[in-house]
């Protein structure tokens, strides 16, 4: 079952969304993911099959790209 995570980060110029980009496209369990950088914190929603959040926010901070997992419930 598809989940989605969503994370704050530090992405605010096109630059960080390339770098961020390279990443996740890299990673066979996203299947989607966007940046709101209309909002306060940045968001990245991440569509993903099983996937942990300490995973993707360690790959972007090996990018020096801010990533903070947010909790939520529906």
């Known amino acids: ?11 605010n110029a096109r630059e960080h969304v390339q770098r961020a ?6 990673i066979t ?13 940045r968001i990245l929603r991440v ?3 099983g996937m942990q959040p300490a995973l ?3 790959l972007l901070r090996n990018e020096n790209i801010y990533c903070e997992h947010l909790e939520y419930q529906l």
Do not use: P
């Open 56 to 58: 993707i926010e360690g």
């Open 21 to 26: 980009e390279t990443v996740l496209r890299s």
């Open 1 to 11: 079952m598809d989940q989605i995570l969503i994370f704050k980060t530090d992405v």
């Open 29 to 41: 369990f996203v299947k989607h993911w966007s940046f709101d950088l209309e909002d306060c914190d």
């Open 47 to 49: 569509v993903t099959a």
